[in-house]
């Protein structure tokens, strides 16, 4: 989707690379609908991916025995044809021709849950790079309300990864409470984070968090 008028990011919004990762899913459902029905306007222009469609449907993490988000990056070309592996240098493809020509600013979100309960249920994990991390995904993140954010030490084959390392885009996989099926999600409690994707597609200023201070590791 792209506005009208002139805008300053680029931004990719994924979820559902594990189909059983539902929340993530319903929260973009309700901000696309929205942008649709004209409730919001656009202001960034936006690509929103639905990851493994197959698994989705099943109500599965995934639909072979590879993870879809080990595939990014380099390994698909690894592992033996599977549907994951063709899905995932689709995915690849359609970010490429996304970012590729564009001279604002990129960002990509990708949205997870974990598959057990966290003590720490809603963190961003960000990604190996040897440049500074985005000041504006960083406040960004702060004023989501975020209980931590997880730095990683090396390279790896996540979407996040290959997006940060050939697009040189801002990039994080954020994580949402945990895995539960379609219909039985609290989205309330992800009412901060919801109104700060909302704030984000409308390219809106939000003021940092003061609720409780972000904790901070960094992957061992």
Known sequence: MTPRRHYRQAIVLLAGIHGNETAPIELLNQLVSGLLAGVRPLAVRLLVVLGNLAAMHAGKRYIIHNDMNRLFAGPHCDFSHSEENLRAQQLEREVKRFFNPEAAERFHYDLHTVIRSSCLPRFALLPFQTRPY???MLAWLDAADLDALV?????CSTFSYFSSK????A??????????PFGRNDLSQ????N???QAMVNDEFLPGCSVSEMRVFRVA
């Open 195 to 197: 109104h700060a994707l």
């Open 151 to 155: 730095m990683h030490n090396a390279p």
């Open 134 to 136: 985005s000041g504006k």
């Open 190 to 193: 992800f009412a901060t984070i």
């Open 166 to 169: 050939y697009f040189n885009a």
């Open 171 to 180: 990039s994080c996989t954020l994580v949402l409470g945990k895995a539960r």
